[in-house]
């Protein structure tokens, strides 16, 4: 966690101190999503960040993310959508 929030904290020093609008979790390649939701919410809670955001993630991966931000009375705000990570199969 401390690794987390010392990248954030340098990032945002980089944007000249202010708030970081969206921190997009990016997966659907990420061994440990339920951490990083619960980091980027408590980043949000101390003002971090304005919003936490998803891309390209499952349903199943949604749901996880929505009910471990309200556990923490947060909200996921956004799921960006693109084309199917190469790792991940595809249905048709």
Request: hydrophobic share 40%; proline share 5%; net charge positive.
């Amino acid at each position: 966690e401390y690794s987390f929030f010392s990248a954030l904290r340098a990032c945002q020093r980089r944007l000249g101190g202010r708030p970081i609008g969206v921190f997009f979790i990016h997966t659907p390649v990420h061994p440990r999503f339920e951490f990083w939701v619960r980091c980027a919410c408590k980043a949000r809670h101390q003002g971090l960040i304005q919003e936490v955001g998803l891309s390209n993630c499952s349903a199943e991966q949604v749901e996880l993310a929505v009910r471990v931000a309200s556990s923490l009375n947060q909200r996921i705000a956004a799921n960006q959508v693109g084309p199917m990570h190469p790792s991940m199969r595809q249905l048709v």
